[in-house]
Each structure stands twice: as structure tokens, then as C-alpha cells.
């Protein structure tokens, strides 16, 4: 059982607004940085957001990322059938000097 | 442009010892004083944190999965990292990726990896 909650599933149509959310505790999202990733199934992550809402170069401005408290959200706007994926979040978990990942959710553009 | 890349067996007994190499390509591994990691993925399944080394051999490890039969190692002359995972069982099975930290923090995330290599526990 993952440390960090994802929704197991998401869906929408292409051009949707699509919010993924990520629920931790006060030692990980609470206390440090959530990260995102996006996995295409058969390829390595992707590191989508760093520091809870900066994209490296290359992701698009549709993605956006925020975090509150000890839960995190990751927001697609404009979906496209590319951002078909799973969508992991993750944290530096301070009471196991370690990284924590969440489920992941699968969104699915229909 | 930096690469990762895992290497070893695609196979191993139950009870014996995992060891996957990670090699870096097109770049070094101490000039911009990274973290190295290692994360691994069973079938179906999401992500889990397995350990981290820094260059100069500190390391930090998932404590609530592995304990003491985790063992990570850096030679950064060859340009590798290493993963020793000892007395395997099924529950062992999955892609193991290596990747970098984009810093010299542990808490710093993922932000290259390797194309990942799938280990299978059995008999």
C-alpha cells in the first residue's frame, strides 16, 4: 500500500479539464516538495513538476501543479490523447529519511 | 547528452542475490555532484524507492522495505553505480529503474533515468 493516496482512475474528453489529486501527511507533503511524474505504460517516468508546481523545459503550460497543506493537485487543461498516461506524485518523507511515491492514477483519454 | 542505462540478469533464484549496474553516459558523475538512485516498479504496480548513493559513497536507504538486504555502491572512475539486493523471493519481481537526482539533496527528485530492466524471481 502506497504511503502518498492517488485516485486510482481518471477520465476525459480531449480539450477537459482534468484534476488529479495526491493526499500525504505532515512528515512528507507536509513538510517538503511534491513531485509528478507522468509514465507512459512500456517507458521510464518522466519527471513532470518539480518543487510542487515548476515544469522543467518541455512540459507543456496546459500541465499545472499546487500543493496545500498535506495534499497536492495536478491539473491538465485542454486534454489531448497524448496525456493519455499514469500519473505518479512523490515526497522526501521526513520520518524515513526517504522518498514516498503514490499509487499513481491512470488517465484515460476517451 | 546524459543517459543511464541498467544492466544484469534478467533472472534470478529465490534466496540468491540481485545485482543490476547502472552506467552513465554522456556525462560525469561527480562534476555536478548528484545524487544516484535506484527505484523499481512490480508488474502492474506503482513506484517504490529502493535506495540513493551521492558520489562520494553516502547513502540512504528505504528502511520500511528492504533494511539490511539492500547494498548500493558507486565507482565513479567506471562511471557506476550498483544495486545489491540479497535473498530474493518473488515479491522481488519488477523493472528496475536507476536514475539521477538533479541535485546534491537525496530530497531532490528524479529527473533522469534509465530505460529500466525487468528482474524476474524464479525458479
Known amino acids: 500500500q502506497s504511503v502518498l493516496t492517488q485516485p486510482p482512475s481518471a477520465s476525459g474528453t480531449p480539450g477537459q479539464r482534468v484534476t488529479m489529486s495526491c493526499s500525504g501527511s505532515?512528515?512528507?507533503?507536509?513538510?517538503?516538495?511534491v513531485y509528478w511524474y507522468q509514465q507512459v505504460p512500456g517507458t521510464a517516468p518522466k519527471l513532470l513538476f518539480y518543487k510542487n508546481n515548476q515544469r522543467p523545459s518541455g512540459v507543456p503550460d496546459r500541465f499545472s501543479g499546487s500543493k496545500s497543506g498535506s495534499s497536492a493537485s495536478l491539473v491538465i487543461s485542454g486534454l489531448r490523447s497524448e496525456d493519455e498516461a499514469d500519473y505518479y506524485c512523490?515526497?522526501?518523507?521526513?520520518?524515513?529519511?526517504?522518498?514516498?511515491f503514490g499509487g499513481g492514477t491512470k488517465l484515460t483519454v476517451l | 547528452q546524459l543517459q543511464l542505462q541498467e544492466s544484469g540478469p534478467g533472472l534470478v533464484r529465490p534466496s540468491e542475490t540481485l545485482s543490476l549496474t547502472c552506467t552513465v553516459s554522456?556525462?560525469?558523475?561527480?562534476?555536478?555532484?548528484?545524487?544516484w538512485g535506484w527505484i523499481r516498479q512490480p508488474p502492474g504496480k506503482g513506484l517504490e524507492w529502493i535506495g540513493s548513493?551521492?558520489?562520494?559513497?553516502?547513502?540512504?536507504y528505504n528502511p520500511s522495505l528492504y533494511k539490511s538486504r539492500v547494498t548500493i555502491s558507486v565507482d565513479t572512475s567506471t562511471k557506476q553505480f550498483s544495486l545489491k539486493l540479497h535473498s530474493v523471493t518473488a515479491a522481488d519481481t519488477a523493472i528496475y529503474y536507476c536514475a539521477r537526482h538533479y541535485g546534491d539533496d537525496p530530497k531532490d527528485a528524479f529527473d533522469i533515468w534509465g530505460q529500466g530492466t525487468m528482474v524476474t524471481v524464479s525458479s
Open positions: 512523490a515526497a522526501w518523507d521526513d520520518s524515513l529519511s526517504g522518498w514516498v
Open positions: 548513493i551521492y558520489h562520494s559513497g553516502g547513502t540512504y
Open positions: 505532515y512528515s512528507d507533503i507536509g513538510k517538503n516538495y
Open positions: 554522456g556525462g560525469s558523475m561527480t562534476s555536478t555532484d548528484n545524487f
